[in-house]
Nanobody, 123 residues
Framework: VQLQASGGGLVQPGGSLRLSCAAS????????VSWFRQVPGQEREGVAH???????WYADSVKGRFTVARDNAKNMAYLQMNGLKSDDTAVYYC??????????????????WGQGTLVTVSS
């Protein structure tokens, strides 16, 4: 399975971006999809998760601002990011797996990763 993350870029504080994750080699239907982010020198942080059922979970730091979605017909997942802050600056990764709910924020729960897309929030 290959994942391709895209949509990153430079945005001003308060702005919005939508990240996309395209899957190939397998269908996303039976997998959970998560978005992680990582700042140099820090651990990778899980920010949003969507189950195969469509249920979603978010890190407290992004709740109310970020929305994760999936389109199984297109084999795609998305992360809509609104109200961006400088603290959101990071490389964002999509990942798929079948984590138990309590482990969705743990990197080890995922089988496949995208290559990362850089989001920079700055004026």
């Amino acid at each position: 399975v290959q994942l391709q993350a895209s949509g990153g870029g430079l945005v001003q504080p308060g702005g919005s971006l939508r990240l996309s994750c395209a899957a190939s080699g397998s269908t996303l239907n039976s997998y959970g999809v998560s978005w992680f982010r990582q700042v140099p020198g820090q651990e990778r942080e899980g920010v949003a998760h969507i189950r195969s059922s469509g249920q979603t979970w978010y890190a407290d730091s992004v709740k109310g601002r970020f929305t994760v979605a999936r389109d199984n017909a297109k084999n795609m997942a998305y992360l809509q990011m609104n109200g961006l802050k400088s603290d959101d600056t990071a490389v964002y990764y999509c990942a798929i797996g079948r984590p138990i709910l309590s482990s969705w924020r743990e990197s080890r729960s995922y089988y496949y990763w995208g290559q990362g897309t850089l989001v920079t929030v700055s004026s």
